[in-house]
């Protein structure tokens, strides 16, 4: 898979290892910066080109950084087609997450699920609140997860069309 990348100052070193991961698990990416580190940039500049590149195609999918990863999220989103989802580390149900009724132990449910729901083309990783690893096993298992379709390619599809 191709990937966009991008991050501002509070990701960059971990997209230095994000893309030395990407490179071992057989994926391809394309940085959207920022070429160097610099403590006053602003994460718009290097996230709208990365969203731009997912929704025309250029890339499959895209996955970006900040420090919190929501304010990425959030430039992300703005461009339509775009639907990238949060990572900020391991989450537990404390309810069911589906009818079976079943409470999932996974801590990256949430992360599996923003694909199989919700189809997400991108993922921001908080860089401040994740380790290495935990990026690794997030973005895994993101890439890998299937859409489901169903009922929920109708929700995925108003998303698109009425924003």
Same mark, same amino acid.
Request: proline share 5%; with cysteine.
């Given at each position: ?31 959207? *910066? ?5 403590? @006053?940039? !602003?994460?718009?500049?290097? %996230? ?5 590149? +997912? =929704? ?25 087609g775009a639907r990238?989802?949060?990572?900020? *580390? ?5 309810? @069911?997450? !589906?009818?079976?009724?079943? %409470? ?5 449910? +949430? =992360? ?8 997400a083309n991108m ?10 690893e935990e990026i ?28």
């Open positions: 898979m191709k990937i966009a990348l991008s991050t501002d100052h509070a990701g960059f070193e971990q997209l230095k290892q994000i893309k030395t991961f990407l490179v071992s698990e057989g994926h391809t990416w394309v940085d959207f *910066g920022p070429e160097e580190l610099d403590p @006053a940039d !602003d994460y718009p500049d290097f %996230i709208f080109p990365a969203a731009h590149a +997912v =929704v025309s195609g250029e890339c499959e999918f895209g996955i970006i950084l900040g420090r919190s990863g929501q304010g990425e999220a959030m430039a992300a989103n703005r461009v339509k990238c989802a949060v990572f900020y *580390g391991s989450a537990v149900p404390k309810q @069911a997450v !589906d009818a079976s009724g079943e %409470i999932s132990e996974d801590p990256y449910e +949430v =992360v599996r699920r923003s694909r199989l729901h919700n189809d993922l921001s990783l908080a860089a401040v609140y994740l380790d290495e690794q096993t997030a973005i895994r298992l993101w890439l890998s997860a299937p859409f489901d379709g169903g009922r929920h390619a109708r929700r995925v599809q108003k998303l698109d069309e009425l924003s």
